[in-house]
Each structure stands twice: as structure tokens, then as C-alpha cells.
């Protein structure tokens, strides 16, 4: 039988003076512990998991921090808000009367707006009489025809005005009887 045994490689070195020779085994020094090798791995992992974080996570909080300020820039940007009147108005319901109590705020494009308002506020308040009064119930019954009354309101009122628009009509009181 033959064994397989690992060969060594002998290193002799000659010590000078003395004249004896000291053999070495070939390989490494020191002796490296094992944990060592897991460094680099861990040190990868580590980087690979800042890498991600700081190229998508953070992408993502700047995004909503730069979605902030451009609604920032949309509130610097609304108009003026214009507390306007209470009305009750009887509504074009033939057979049952019906009133409509609506309480109107009004969004201006600027401030000079305001006073033209107050100037014209006879002729305003009797544009959207007129128009709220040729309604009915059922003109008015829901989200979207509020949607389309405020179209209208604005359309009137923006028909009045010379020197600036409404922007928007803001229901804060809206009740029909």
C-alpha cells in the first residue's frame, strides 16, 4: 500500500558562524484568525445596504420634500380670500316652495379685487340671485351640480368685475328647505 502524504517543501537557511541549518516550513508567518476573512463581507454588505438607501430611499424623501414646497409655491401662489355674503334664495321648484341658505367665500386673483368686490357688491349679489333663483332642488342635489353652480357663479360674477377675476367660489354654508 502506498500512502499519500502531503509533501513539505524544506526550506534550509545557513545561520553563518555557527554553521547549523535551520529548516522552515513554506506558508504564511502568523497565523490569521478566521473571523478576519468576513470583514470585507461584511464591509460590502454594508456599503451595498448605504448605496440603496442613499440612492432610493433618499431620492424618495426629497422627493415629497420638494413635492412640499412646490404646494408651498401653490398656497404663495392661491388668491386673496374673500368672506362674501349669506343668502337666502327661494329656489324655481313649482309645486313646494323651497329655499336655498348658501354662505359664499370667494378666491380673488389679487387684492385690488377685494375693494372692486365691495364697490360692486349690488350688482353681484344680484347676478347670482338670478341665477341661484332659476334653479331647483334637483339642480342642485349633489356634488357635481354644486361643481357646475360654482362654474356659473364665476362665469357671472368675472362678467361684472373690469379690473380683476374670481377664481374660485367657496361653499361654506350650503342648505336647502
Wanted: charged share 30%; aromatic share 10%.
Amino acid at each position: 500500500m502506498v500512502e499519500n502524504k502531503p509533501e513539505e517543501i524544506e526550506i534550509i537557511e545557513e545561520l553563518g558562524e555557527e554553521g547549523g541549518e535551520k529548516k522552515k516550513k513554506a506558508g504564511l508567518p502568523i497565523r490569521i484568525p478566521s473571523f478576519v476573512y468576513y470583514i470585507p463581507i461584511v464591509l460590502g454588505i454594508a456599503f451595498g445596504a448605504y448605496y440603496i438607501y442613499k440612492n432610493f430611499f433618499s431620492r424618495s424623501q426629497e422627493k415629497v420634500e420638494e413635492r412640499g414646497v412646490e404646494i408651498a409655491r401653490v398656497a404663495v401662489k392661491r388668491g386673496v380670500m374673500f368672506p362674501a355674503w349669506s343668502l337666502v334664495i327661494n329656489l324655481a321648484d313649482a309645486n313646494v316652495p323651497r329655499f336655498l341658505k348658501v354662505t359664499f367665500t370667494f378666491e380673488l386673483d389679487r387684492a385690488i379685487t377685494v375693494a372692486e368686490m365691495q364697490e360692486k357688491e349690488p350688482i353681484i349679489k344680484d347676478a347670482v340671485i338670478g341665477l341661484i333663483s332659476s334653479k331647483t332642488m334637483a339642480d342642485l342635489r349633489g356634488y357635481e351640480a354644486q361643481l357646475i353652480l360654482k362654474e356659473e357663479i364665476i362665469s357671472r360674477i368675472n362678467a361684472v368685475l373690469e379690473t380683476g377675476r374670481v377664481i374660485n367660489v367657496y361653499f361654506t354654508e350650503f342648505i336647502i328647505q
